[in-house]
């Protein structure tokens, strides 16, 4: 038989570990490149863009466009970067969890 009441318990404990896990990841910085390092852009480990630098020797009107792709390039590396932080912190929380088939984290 199913214990409800330690399930319950357990995941309201994982609930808790959860939300201490959002926390942490908007406090972590993860920084993406592209360029060779001429364009960075800093994201929150959510996912939230917090700073761009881009080298003084991008910023002539010749290289506009060129410029564009290179922070698109950088955002998405850094997005890469906190989505894979992301999901090891969750799946680390859903580990010691055992779920019913096809139910998954957060609930």
């Known amino acids: 038989m199913v214990d409800i009441l330690g ?12 939300q ?3 926390e ?8 993406g490149q592209s ?4 364009v ?7 996912g939230e863009m917090k700073a761009i630098a881009i080298d003084p020797s991008l910023l002539t009107p010749a290289d506009k ?11 998405a590396d850094a997005k890469g970067k906190a989505d ?11 580990a010691g969890l055992q779920l019913p088939p ?3 984290l957060p609930f």
């Open 102 to 104: 096809g139910m998954k």
């Open 20 to 22: 201490e896990a959002q």
């Open 35 to 38: 360029g060779g390092g001429m």
């Open 84 to 94: 894979r932080l992301s999901a090891e912190k969750m799946q680390s929380l859903a």
């Open 40 to 46: 960075k852009v800093t994201l929150t480990g959510k």
């Open 24 to 31: 942490e990841l908007a406090r972590l910085d993860v920084e």
């Open 65 to 75: 466009e060129m410029v564009e792709d290179l922070i698109l390039a950088a955002y």
């Open 7 to 18: 399930m319950m318990k357990k995941a309201q404990a994982v609930q808790a570990q959860l």
